[in-house]
């Protein structure tokens, strides 16, 4: 199973479009905001729901079943930092890959060097995420990253290799 925070962003409903193309529809939907809503999940195929504030448990108690923590939050301020850098702890802690995003390599560099690292992990560096075509982009990058695990790092999507 694979965690997707931040699904609701325009790149957690891109990568969660992609991995339902590739028949990949054991996921777990988190975000902020788990309203009446849900029109976003209309055409979604997914496992579970929950909200971040309930995230970190919900790992806790599901561990040893997911295979990936994606974080399609964009890592730009306190809030997603920290939500981030509890994702990346509950990595190591529990030996799942990691995958993030964000747009400061300083920024992430104080999370990835101040905790141990999961045993796989990968953040993607972008500039920003307002138009399709970059949010598609970023979507097949991760979803490169997940079927081709290797050395761990911060990558550029200039340097995603092309399956």
Not at 37 to 66: M, R
Not at 71 to 82: A, G, M, P, R
Not at 137 to 153: F, L, P
């Amino acid at each position: 199973m694979m965690v997707i925070a931040g699904a609701q962003s325009l790149l957690g409903r891109a990568l969660v479009a992609k991995l339902n193309n590739q028949n990949f529809n054991y996921l777990v939907l988190a975000d902020e905001n788990q309203s009446d809503n849900e029109e976003w999940l209309a055409d979604a195929l997914y496992w579970h729901k929950v909200s971040n504030s309930d995230l970190p448990n919900w790992i806790e108690q599901n561990a040893e079943e997911i295979e990936f923590i994606i974080c399609c939050s964009l890592i730009t301020n306190k809030s997603k930092s920290t939500q981030f850098n509890s994702l990346w702890k509950s990595g190591y802690q529990h030996q799942i890959p990691v995958i993030g995003i964000g747009t400061s390599e300083k920024k992430v560099k104080e999370i990835i060097l101040d905790n141990q690292p999961p045993f796989f992990w990968t953040i993607l560096l972008t500039e920003n995420l307002k138009t399709k075509p970059e949010v598609s982009s970023v979507a097949q990058a991760i979803y490169y990253y997940i079927r081709n695990r290797q050395n761990s790092g911060l990558r550029t999507l200039d340097k995603v290799p092309s399956e």
